[in-house]
């Protein structure tokens, strides 16, 4: 959706605007008006396992924002909209059926001069219902990845050619979020998420992102593939252009990611000039 | 440690779970900005890398205490949020004191459930580089 798009809806009951940031305090000091705050760690994540909330936490999740399964939520975010793809990633495995980006995040928005406010949303409570969460259609686990490398499956690294090629075992400025390991997934293309956005925080338009990845990476309508980073949330990005920019039905994100991976014993990886330990059967 | 930071770790540890963003988001607005002379002169000021965004502290002893200051863009609110805190408990401790400070003493503030605490430890990141320019410092004025 494009910020003028929503600078038009602002006053659609029927949407509602959700900020997803790096920054937990970002929505704090300033948000598109009427629009709520949906944390990727305090809203998303389940407080105790690595893994999502269930079907009662983000029932009660949504309820306390307002929504019903029949509103449209357009995400945005800082970071060119990292953890908005990631939120509108976590809300598809629950299947609610309108999720948007907003083009261009906050970064554009407020480039744009548009308004911004620290007012509250406002938004009476509602009644979500219970949904289960699909966790094949879009997710994979690690025994995905490891039946995905067998079976020759495509598989998209989105990370930075350093982390790509082993020599660092973190994403450049995130030294805390490291892995004991360095490399990638054997088989894995490395095509850094960025490639898919322009300097403003935009998407590239759809006939460059055909050809960065329908006839650059040579990915196919009907193949499986699979898309990671370091703990997801780029990866959101890329899945996000995969699915819904370019339509292909079969992505799925590896949201475990290097951080899963990198520590894993005894998972196969590949690092350049080197073979693959431990060799694939 | 001292008292000041200790009563600013039993605010945020007292107050209730949804206070505590509130509260550090006020320390973020209260984050002074940086003195001219060193806006002037930011070879004065030590890059923290482990931050995610362009961050920059100055630790330089002056007479019994320590003076800090912090530079941190406006679009990174919880960073601004973790340099006030450590303006506000340490600016003006002796070293010895600072160096005293347990490296994970926010960990009794109770945000982690509120941050992911890969993104908490940044605080710790902070404190270690205020305590390497410290103990830099101290070195420097003994060869002198």
């Known amino acids: 959706m494009s910020t003028e798009w929503l600078a038009e809806h602002l006053d659609d009951p029927n949407v509602v605007v959700a900020e997803s940031d790096e920054d937990v305090l970002l929505y704090d000091t300033g948000h598109i008006p009427g629009a709520v705050k949906m944390d990727w760690h305090a809203d998303l994540n389940d407080p105790v396992a690595r893994d999502y909330v269930d079907g009662e936490g983000f029932a009660e999740m949504m309820s306390a924002r307002g929504i019903t399964p029949d509103t449209t939520i357009v995400f945005y975010g800082d970071n060119f909209n990292w953890w908005a793809a990631y939120a509108l990633w976590v809300c598809s495995l629950f299947g609610h059926e309108d999720l948007r980006l907003l083009d261009g995040g906050r970064q554009k928005w407020v480039a744009e001069g548009r308004p911004m406010t620290t007012d509250a949303h406002g938004r009476e409570p509602s009644h979500y219902p219970v949904l289960p969460r699909d966790d094949e259609s879009i997710r994979a686990f690690k025994e995905d990845?490891?039946?995905h490398i067998g079976a020759k499956g495509r598989l998209v690294d989105v990370r930075s050619p350093g982390e790509y090629s082993g020599e660092l075992t973190h994403m450049p400025d995130y030294p805390?979020?490291?892995?004991?390991?360095?490399?990638?997934?054997?088989g894995a293309q490395n095509v850094p998420w960025k490639t898919a956005a322009n300097d403003d925080g935009t998407f590239r338009d759809a006939d460059e992102l055909a050809e960065i990845y329908?006839?650059?990476?040579?990915?196919?309508?009907?193949?499986?593939?699979?898309?990671?980073?370091?703990i997801g949330e780029r990866s959101s990005h890329t899945w996000f252009v995969l699915r819904h920019l370019l339509g292909m039905e079969n992505v799925r994100n590896y949201d475990g990611s290097w951080v899963e991976w990198g520590n894993a014993v005894r998972v196969p990886i590949e690092r350049p000039d080197q073979p693959i330990r431990p060799p694939l059967d | 440690m001292p008292a000041e930071l200790d009563e600013i770790v039993d605010l945020f540890a007292a107050s209730p779970k949804g206070m505590r963003l509130e509260l550090l988001l006020d320390y973020a607005n209260r984050l002074p900005p940086l003195p001219d002379e060193l806006a002037s002169d930011r070879d004065r000021l030590e890059q923290v890398h482990e931050c995610q965004t362009p961050f920059f502290v100055a630790a330089e002893t002056n007479g019994d205490g320590v003076v800090?200051?912090?530079d941190a863009p406006p679009e990174a609110p919880t960073t601004r949020g973790y340099a006030s805190v450590l303006a506000a408990g340490l600016s003006g401790a002796p070293a010895e004191e600072i160096l005293a400070v347990p490296n994970d003493f926010y960990v009794s503030m109770g945000l982690g459930e509120l941050i992911s605490p890969l993104r908490l430890r940044g605080m710790g990141a902070i404190l270690g580089t205020i305590k390497r320019l410290v103990v830099e410092d101290i070195e420097a004025a003994g060869d002198g």
């Open chain 1, 145 to 147: 990845v490891l039946a």
């Open chain 1, 176 to 186: 805390q979020e490291g892995a004991l390991r360095g490399g990638h997934v054997p």
């Open chain 1, 214 to 230: 329908r006839e650059g990476l040579g990915l196919a309508d009907d193949e499986e593939t699979i898309a990671y980073c370091r």
């Open chain 2, 68 to 70: 800090l200051h912090f």
